[in-house]
């Protein structure tokens, strides 16, 4: 039996690319998901492809760059499910521009999206995480690994989240709550496809990584025994993007 069974997982950005994918394959080990978006449609799409393998399957429609609808998400969990034992952070947003020309308005988007809201998630639905001794994991990005021009506001978001992660490992490791991080390179998603559009350049999706390549990674890690923690996971394209 694998040892996902069973176990409530909670998925921001669930609607599409490597959240939904995450959500997929957690089904496929027979988790009881939570899937969380901001489009219903999309999300009762993927919730219909995951009830043929998941034993339960519930979804949120909600905005979580709003504070409150994070404390209305904690109730409906609370009421649905009673515990959660995975929370995937893979919701976000991301845009392009010039420290020069780019407004401070834009980066209190980011930071809104980026930081505030898995922040506040995730210290609201910590007391269950603690109690199930679950686990934690912050999907980020590979441009913590260097800032490029035109991406400083994204970028700075995603160090932030970095050192939110890193902290809260200290915090809860003696409370046997694993905390993870991913940082992937170019994927073959949607917000993929309109960073190309962005930058100029032809978008070639078969020469990315695939979300079901992170799924995998995220699935495996999890599923490790309890005598190990992975803590930071860095992936990049194997094929050199065009």
């Known amino acids: 039996m694998p040892v996902l069974n069973n176990q409530i997982a909670v998925i921001t950005g669930a609607s599409s690319g490597i959240g939904r994918s995450i959500a997929l ?17 999309r999300l009762e799409a993927v919730a219909a492809i995951a009830q043929k393998t998941a034993p339960k399957v519930l979804t949120y ?75 934690i994991v912050f999907i980020n990005s590979s441009v913590i690994l260097g800032a490029r021009a035109n991406v400083g506001q994204f970028a700075a978001t995603q160090h932030a989240l970095k050192a939110i992660a890193d902290s809260l490992r200290e915090e809860v490791n003696t409370k046997q709550v694993r905390v993870l991080s991913i940082f992937p390179g170019r994927t073959a998603t949607p917000r993929q496809a309109n960073i ?47």
Do not use: C
């Not at 394959?25 to 449609?41: P, T």
């Not at 409150?68 to 929370?87: A, H, M």
């Not at 979300?211 to 999890?222: G, K, Q, R, T």
């Open 196 to 242: 190309h559009e962005m930058e100029g350049k032809p978008y070639h999706p078969e020469r990315l990584m695939q979300p079901e390549d992170i799924a995998s990674v995220v699935i495996n890690a999890l599923s490790l025994p309890r005598t190990v923690e992975v803590t930071d996971i860095n992936l990049r394209p194997f094929a050199k993007p065009i």
């Open 25 to 41: 394959n957690l089904a496929l080990q027979g988790a009881k998901l939570g899937l969380v978006g901001r489009n219903v449609e």
């Open 61 to 135: 429609s909600i905005d979580l760059s709003v504070g409150e609808n994070i404390g209305k998400l904690k109730t409906n969990l609370e009421r649905d499910f009673g515990q959660v034992d995975l929370l995937i952070h893979s919701a976000g947003a991301f845009s392009m521009g010039l420290v020069q020309e780019t407004s401070v308005e834009k980066l209190d988007w980011l930071y809104q999206n980026n930081v505030r809201a898995p922040y506040l998630l995730t210290q609201t639905l910590l007391p269950m995480i603690v109690s199930s001794q679950g686990q």
